[in-house]
């Protein structure tokens, strides 16, 4: 994606295409470029399709865990605690972020060629382990298939298919740019999260856990390999020269690549919401599945915009607004809609049943809107780290750093998922605050996610002590 990587020259000495973006010139054999060539609008647009359809097999049972979790509260039949199963849904995730950096890293300049080999071999990895969790007789074995195997394979998916999209969309010629491009694929995500709940509820009523296992299975390979077929090999993977391998770590040295990971990081409760709202609304407030089921739809809805809303304030030219004031938005609004809405959602005194769906609605759409337009600001952090890089003359693989910051978002989400067993077991013996959502056994999963989600507007504080200390020390 960066216009700075290194580039080894061949013996003729040729001028080399940028290494993660379409070449906006073609070059010939001598070394002299040749007419600017602008890529066909349809080959961005299958790009653009196929990205989109591979967020299905990617999030699509990930997004809707919250419906099985809720499944599991009345139809329990494995050995093990069923406690144990808030995990799956956090680990899920936690694993796929985990291992974007180490596929970045693969894909990205070394194995540039083998990228949708790679996301054809995932998504039939995440299909096989979800057939293999039909057949799970002990929770750990949902936990190994579900939780860890089927996350590999959609990491392994993932990381290629995005590296290729911002391959393509990095360039001049492109019909839209990276942030865009991103913020699209993420409303994608979205609409994948918004109709998957339903979509397993129908199954789970229909055909029990093991069959919605073996037919999701089918679902993922079906989509998954169709979504590669139509995303056309990389520019990159087609040149014939040769180019360093070696990824730049000079990015390691500027400030600002800490401050947004270690924020991302910090954001452990983001996955809290997907795990526990849909069994909050059938313990606390009593609705029935279907309106369980609304409640992570409504979560997940607000996001085909926001994705979108996000990632145009990032690239925004008439309303300028600095990367740490974006994030802090969306962070800063999802703390309070915890906080506030989901806090206050208790039992108004009268017990299980009582409890205000209304609020509930409003932080689900709240926290839906403002959380899931994070991710979106990566791309506009990236352009902030290529610019710092540029100006120092430095060159940088964004494409690695933004696998970096996935993997700081898994380890929150690992961390919040091992953080919520317990803090739900807390609850049952915790001071009660009058008839909110406080008082509650989600109490305290309540205030650790609202405190969290509060740390992804750090680089907004840090933005502000350093302006404090350049006041300091310019002259009077």
Known sequence: ??????????????????????????????????????????????????????????????????????????????????????????????????????????????????????????????????????????????????????????ALVYSPTTLSLGEWSNSPNSSCNRAVAFGLCLS?????????????????????????????????????????????PPPSALSTMRRSTKIPWTFLSHPTFYIYSTATLLQSGYGIPQTYLSEYGRDIVGVSSTYATLLITLINFPGILASFFFGYLCDNRRLQLSMSTVTALSALTSSLA?????????????????????????????????????????????NDMEREAANSNEAIDTGFVYGLMNGARGLGYVGGGLVGVPLLEAGTSGTTIGNLGYSTTYGPL???????????????????????????????
């Open 1 to 154: 994606m960066a216009d700075t990587l290194e580039m080894e020259e061949t013996s003729s000495a040729a001028v080399q295409p940028d290494e993660l973006g379409l070449p906006s010139e073609s070059y010939a054999p001598d070394g002299r470029n040749s007419a600017p060539r602008t890529p066909r609008l349809g080959v961005h647009a299958r790009v653009l399709i196929g990205s989109a359809a591979s967020q299905l097999p990617i999030w699509g049972f990930s997004m809707s865990y919250g419906i099985f979790q809720d499944y599991y509260s009345n139809n329990w039949t494995l050995s093990g605690s069923r406690s144990a199963t808030g995990v799956i849904g956090t680990t899920s995730n936690g694993v796929t972020y985990i291992a974007m950096p180490f596929f970045f890293a693969l894909f990205s300049k070394r194995w540039t060629r083998y990228r949708l080999p790679a996301a054809a071999c995932g998504t039939v990895l995440s299909a096989a382990s979800f057939a293999l969790s039909s057949f799970s007789q002990d929770v750990w074995h949902l936990v190994l298939t579900q939780g860890v195997l089927a996350a590999i394979g959609s």
């Open 188 to 232: 994608a995500k979205n609409i994948v999260g918004t109709t998957s709940p339903f979509l397993c509820r129908a199954l789970l009523d229909c055909l029990g856990f093991r069959n919605t296992m073996r037919v999701w299975a089918g679902i993922t390979l079906a989509t998954g390999l169709l979504a590669v077929a139509l995303i056309p």
């Open 338 to 382: 915890a906080f506030v809405f989901w806090g206050l959602a208790g039992t108004n005194g009268g017990g299980n049943g009582s409890g205000s769906l209304a609020l509930l609605v409003l932080f689900a759409i709240t926290f839906g809107f403002s959380a899931s337009g994070y991710s979106a600001t990566w791309a506009g952090t990236m």
């Open 446 to 476: 309540i205030l650790f996610t609202g405190s969290t989600l509060a740390c992804g507007g750090l680089s907004l504080l840090w933005r502000g002590i350093r302006s404090c200390r350049n006041c300091v020390a310019s002259p009077s």
